[in-house]
């Protein structure tokens, strides 16, 4: 069953699709793209029920979804890229993020970043925020752009079909890919519970490791 809370949405998009059309389309993916958890899953099924109306046609709303996710996620690429970088440059030591920890993220986002951005727009949770990451890591932003709409058309496509198909009873699309934001949700979760006790398993063996200082004076 449907929070209250996606009950709005609900109301809200499909008032927000009856007025302007494919850019609202737009908009809501691009606040979804832009590290703002507005869920795609209510989104683009909704948008197929319009479809399954004769309102909007199947790859009018794809393309209106995936030009939305392109545009909310340069937002988030540069927020990361101009904001991000300098904050943690400077005081990501706060936050247990080293130096060292964001040139691994820079030499790994070089070497994996194209499939990174491709496979993250195929994965609830993931897709939301991947962009600030490859911003901080300051990928090349073609590539990223490009990857991100390779990504996102097909996930774009894929949920508005299923609103289209299943007509009035779009809102299964978001009650079934829930079961997968658990299960994204939790990996994220021990992934930042094994990172920080890396980093203060490390930083409390490195202080063990301290010498004494030498007081210059013999025993």
């Not at 991947?130 to 990504?151: D, E, H, K, Q």
């Amino acid at each position: 069953m449907l929070g209250s809370i996606e009950t709005v949405l609900i109301a809200f998009f499909e008032q927000l699709y009856s007025t302007v059309g494919y850019p609202g389309v737009v908009v809501a993916m691009a606040i979804e793209s832009a590290c703002i958890p507005l869920p795609s899953e209510i989104i683009l099924p909704m948008a197929g029920w319009m479809v399954s109306r004769e309102i909007f046609t199947l790859w009018g709303a794809t393309l209106a979804g995936t030009v939305g996710c392109v545009l909310g996620s340069a937002i988030a690429y540069w927020v990361g890229a101009l904001g991000g970088r300098p904050l943690l440059d400077r005081y990501g030591r706060y936050v247990l993020i080293s130096p060292h920890d964001l040139e691994i993220a820079d030499r790994w986002f070089a070497r994996y970043g194209q499939s990174a951005i491709f496979f993250s727009r195929l994965l609830p949770v993931v897709r939301t925020f991947i962009s600030l990451p490859a911003g901080i890591a300051r990928m090349p932003f073609g590539l990223f752009i490009l990857y991100t709409a390779l990504g996102s058309l097909p996930w774009s496509f894929a949920l508005v079909y299923a609103g289209k198909s299943l007509g009035d009873n779009w809102e299964t699309v978001r009650t079934v890919l829930q079961k997968f934001d658990v299960v994204v949700i939790a990996v994220i979760i021990v992934a930042l519970a094994y990172y920080i006790y890396r980093h203060v398993a490390g930083a409390v063996t490195a202080v063990s490791k301290t010498p004494e200082p030498f007081s210059g004076k013999d025993e």
